[in-house]
């Protein structure tokens, strides 16, 4: 199963749990939505049921570059996102 679709993530972080709206097209093309505003996916690939993609974020700290890694199993989504402040544990559900 691709990992295009739409997202629900949960990630832990030093502000607290997050659950931002990821949208990942099958063009490579996605966005991500949060409390904090919207952005633009880039670097977005697919290998198998592997997917990475990167967005920038604005955050209390000003604007952050997340890079997301992970594997999908069905309607699961489980990997890691690399932040300033290390790398943190992502799951997610389809939405």
Avoid at 22 to 50: Q, R
Avoid at 72 to 79: C, I, K, L, M, Y
Wanted: proline content about 6%; hydrophobic content about 35%; glycine content about 14%.
């Amino acid at each position: 199963m691709t990992a295009a679709g739409n997202w629900i993530l949960t990630m832990q972080t030093p502000m607290g749990e997050q659950k931002p709206e990821v949208v990942l097209g099958e063009d490579g093309t996605g966005s991500m939505k949060s409390p904090m505003g919207e952005a633009a996916l880039y670097d977005v690939a697919f290998d198998g049921d592997a997917v990475s993609f990167a967005s920038d974020m604005k955050s209390p700290m000003g604007e952050i570059t997340l890079v997301f890694t992970g594997t999908v199993d069905g309607d699961q989504f489980t990997g890691s996102v690399k932040t300033p402040m290390g790398d943190q544990p992502v799951t997610g559900i389809r939405s």
